[in-house]
């Protein structure tokens, strides 16, 4: 056995106290990088963060723009809606990184599993919202067992309405959710002119009760209603929207309901919506016959990595565009 005199065994003792702190140091760089991303996405006051989080949100906002271009030009099945997605996103990830790799930057997003389907509910021509294949054909069944997520997000998004001609006051055209468990209601009624010196008006009533409305004046010739934005002619309205009224689209009616029109024919102009998880309506017909339904992507999640020199940000993105909030 050999023998170590007080210089050598204090030598050995030096080097395995070093090794113990550059171990001690590389576990704690560790443990500070995992709270630096968490610190990162729940927080955004992380120095140096801004811009892994502004892409973020640019990523978000292309990725959504390709879920609605595959919506409506690949909608034949879900293979293809789903390639055209993950081509999409390539697309998105290439030329984000192009953008950044000049400083050093390094991004990369990719589609994580599989998307949520539904159903895009849509009239593109300019005529009544009517359906022949309704009866009446002026007060009628949209879309059918429209179904929540555990989270209690919407299940309807980037619900427009786009209307060329408007009814009277007392003969307002109607749109309710209704629950199919019970006699909860959202109703909204719309009502107004268009054109120069026009108003549009839109009065809405949750099931707790109460209504709120909000009126805006209009030069244009059509009235622009998004009713899952909560905006009417791009401005807020408060009667559409998260507060003490909280009139949001189908706010409180329950986990699963139907979306139904009234008085269709008196008012002109096309409309769009995207549910999740439902039945398509026998009142609607097959493109290009308005109003017509096709299979859609609902939501779809991806994975986003920023990476610089002193920081790596990873996260998973649910994107839903248009989606209101959890109702």
Request: charged residues 20%; negative net charge.
């Amino acid at each position: 056995m050999a023998h170590l005199n007080d210089d050598e065994g204090g030598q050995i003792i030096l080097i395995a106290a070093l090794a113990l702190a550059v171990t001690f140091i590389g576990l704690a760089l560790v443990v500070n990088s995992a709270i630096y991303t968490q610190n990162l996405a729940s927080r955004g006051e992380v120095a140096g963060s801004n811009d892994a989080l502004g892409m973020r949100a640019m990523v978000e906002s292309n990725v959504g723009q390709g879920i609605t271009a595959a919506n409506r030009y690949n909608h034949s099945n879900q293979t293809t809606l789903k390639a055209g997605v993950r081509e999409s996103t390539r697309t998105v990830s290439t030329q984000t990184e192009r953008q950044r790799v000049t400083s050093g930057t390094l991004v990369n997003v990719t589609l994580a599993g599989s998307p949520t389907y539904g159903t895009r509910i849509v009239q593109n021509d300019t005529s009544v919202f009517n359906s022949s294949e309704a009866t009446p054909s002026t007060d009628w069944t949209v879309g059918e067992r429209i179904k929540r997520p555990s989270d209690g997000t919407n299940a309807t998004r980037r619900f427009v309405i786009n209307a060329t001609e408007l009814p009277s006051s007392g003969s307002e055209f109607v749109v309710t959710a209704n629950s199919t468990s019970s006699n909860q209601k959202w109703a909204m009624r719309v009502w107004g002119a268009v054109g120069p010196s026009g108003t549009v008006s839109v009065e809405v009533e949750p099931p707790s009760g109460g209504t709120q409305m909000c009126s805006v004046s209009i030069e244009e010739p059509y009235a622009h209603i998004d009713v899952t934005g909560g905006t009417v002619q791009g401005e807020p309205c408060l009667a559409l929207q998260d507060g003490s009224f909280d009139g949001r689209f189908a706010h409180g009616v329950g986990d699963e309901y139907n979306i139904t029109y009234k008085r269709g024919d008196q008012i002109r102009g096309n409309y769009s919506m995207v549910v999740r998880d439902s039945t398509p309506a026998n009142t609607l017909d097959t493109a290009p016959k308005s109003p017509f339904s096709t299979i859609a992507i609902y939501n779809a999640t991806v994975r986003y990595r920023y990476d610089t020199s002193n920081l790596r940000y990873e996260a998973k993105i649910r994107v839903a565009p248009g989606e209101p909030d959890a109702s």
